[in-house]
C-alpha cells in the first residue's frame, strides 16, 4: 500500500472543502433528509453548524471547534453547545487501502472527536447492517487513550461492537498523530503513528452476524460534545476546543 490515490492537504495555501458535506443540526437523517433520531443516534449535545468559529482553515490546517455557544431552532429545541461535522459522502469512497490521517485533539471532559467511516451504499441494509468503521475516537478525559471499533449487525439492539482501545505511550491526543487505517479484504488494522495496535478478521465463522465490509465507504470528521460514548457532565472550561487535520492521506 504504497501508491498514493486521494490526498487532502489541508496545509496547503488554497486548500478548501469541495470533495466535503458540511452537516447541519442534531438529528441524524436518512437518506431523504427524514429525520430519524436526535442527538445524531449517539445522545449528543451539540449543534452542529458551518460557522467561521466551528469550522475554518488557516496555516494550521482545518479546525473543527465546538464552542459553548446557546441556540435555539425553529421547532423550539435549544442547545448549549455548537460544533462542526463534514463528510466525504457522493464526493469520495473508498473500498480497501491505507488510509492516514494527521490530527490534533482536543482534552476535557465530554469532548468526543472522532474520525470514522460509513457506507456509501447501504448494500446490506440500513444501519448497522451495512457497518461502520471508526479509524479514531476519544473520550477527552482520558488524554492517552484512542480507540478503533467496528459496529454491525442486524438492528441496533442487535449488533456486534468490536473495539480496541490503545494508550499514547509518551504523549496525549492534544499532540499530532497519524491515526491510521489498513484495510483489506482479510482484515482491519488500527495504527497510531505506524504501530499496528489492533487487527480484526474479517473472515469469521463464530459469528451471527453478516461482515459486511466489503464494499466502498466515505470518511466522517466530527467533534461532539457529551453523548452515550463517555455518560459524563461536559466541561464548560474545556471550550472553545479544537479538533486540528493536518491532512488525509489514501494509499493502494
Same mark, same amino acid.
Given at each position: 500500500?504504497?501508491?498514493?490515490?486521494?490526498?487532502?492537504?489541508? @496545509?496547503?495555501?488554497?486548500? +478548501?472543502?469541495?470533495?466535503?458535506?458540511?452537516?447541519?443540526?442534531?438529528?441524524?437523517?436518512?437518506?431523504? /433528509?427524514?429525520?430519524?433520531?436526535?442527538?445524531?443516534?449517539?445522545?449528543? =449535545?451539540?449543534?452542529?453548524?458551518?460557522?467561521?468559529?466551528?469550522?475554518?482553515?488557516?496555516?494550521?490546517?482545518?479546525?473543527?471547534?465546538?464552542?459553548?455557544?446557546?441556540? %435555539?431552532?425553529?421547532? /423550539?429545541?435549544?442547545?448549549?453547545?455548537?460544533? #462542526?461535522?463534514?463528510?466525504?459522502?457522493?464526493?469520495?469512497?473508498?473500498?480497501?487501502?491505507? @488510509?492516514?490521517?494527521?490530527?490534533?485533539?482536543?482534552?476535557? =471532559?465530554?469532548?468526543?472527536?472522532?474520525?470514522?467511516?460509513?457506507?456509501? *451504499?447501504?448494500?446490506? /441494509?440500513?444501519?448497522?447492517?451495512?457497518?461502520?468503521?471508526?479509524?479514531?475516537? #476519544?473520550?477527552?478525559?482520558?488524554?492517552? =487513550?484512542?480507540?478503533?471499533?467496528?459496529?454491525?449487525?442486524?438492528?441496533?439492539?442487535?449488533?456486534?461492537?468490536? %473495539?480496541?482501545?490503545?494508550?499514547?505511550?509518551?504523549?496525549?491526543?492534544?499532540?499530532?498523530?497519524?491515526? /491510521?487505517? !489498513?484495510?483489506?479484504?482479510?482484515?482491519?488494522?488500527?495504527?497510531?503513528?505506524?504501530?499496528?495496535?489492533? !487487527? *480484526?478478521?474479517?473472515?469469521?465463522? +463464530?459469528?451471527?452476524?453478516?461482515?459486511?465490509?466489503? =464494499?466502498?465507504?466515505?470518511?466522517?470528521?466530527?467533534?461532539?460534545?457529551?453523548?452515550?460514548?463517555?455518560?459524563?457532565?461536559?466541561? %464548560?472550561?474545556?471550550?472553545?476546543?479544537?479538533?486540528?487535520?493536518?491532512?488525509?492521506?489514501?494509499? !493502494?
Amino acid at each position: 500500500m504504497s501508491k498514493l490515490i486521494w490526498h487532502q492537504d489541508f @496545509l496547503k495555501e488554497g486548500a +478548501n472543502l469541495k470533495d466535503w458535506n458540511i452537516r447541519i443540526g442534531n438529528d441524524l437523517l436518512d437518506d431523504e /433528509g427524514n429525520v430519524i433520531v436526535a442527538g445524531w443516534g449517539n445522545g449528543e =449535545q451539540q449543534y452542529y453548524t458551518g460557522k467561521s468559529n466551528n469550522l475554518y482553515i488557516d496555516e494550521s490546517g482545518l479546525h473543527l471547534c465546538a464552542c459553548r455557544e446557546d441556540v %435555539e431552532t425553529e421547532d /423550539g429545541r435549544s442547545f448549549a453547545y455548537t460544533s #462542526a461535522r463534514l463528510d466525504t459522502k457522493d464526493h469520495f469512497s473508498y473500498q480497501y487501502g491505507k @488510509l492516514v490521517i494527521r490530527a490534533k485533539l482536543p482534552v476535557g =471532559q465530554g469532548l468526543w472527536p472522532a474520525i470514522w467511516l460509513l457506507p456509501q *451504499h447501504q448494500t446490506y /441494509g440500513p444501519w448497522p447492517a451495512s457497518g461502520e468503521i471508526d479509524i479514531m475516537e #476519544a473520550k477527552g478525559r482520558l488524554p492517552q =487513550q484512542v480507540s478503533g471499533t467496528l459496529h454491525y449487525g442486524k438492528a441496533w439492539d442487535d449488533k456486534a461492537t468490536d %473495539e480496541y482501545a490503545y494508550q499514547l505511550p509518551n504523549s496525549t491526543i492534544n499532540e499530532f498523530h497519524d491515526y /491510521g487505517l !489498513e484495510w483489506d479484504e482479510h482484515s482491519i488494522r488500527w495504527l497510531v503513528d505506524g504501530h499496528c495496535y489492533a !487487527e *480484526h478478521l474479517l473472515k469469521k465463522d +463464530n459469528t451471527p452476524y453478516l461482515i459486511p465490509f466489503d =464494499q466502498p465507504f466515505y470518511v466522517v470528521l466530527n467533534l461532539a460534545v457529551g453523548g452515550w460514548y463517555d455518560r459524563v457532565e461536559v466541561d %464548560e472550561t474545556a471550550f472553545p476546543a479544537h479538533m486540528t487535520i493536518e491532512g488525509i492521506w489514501l494509499y !493502494e
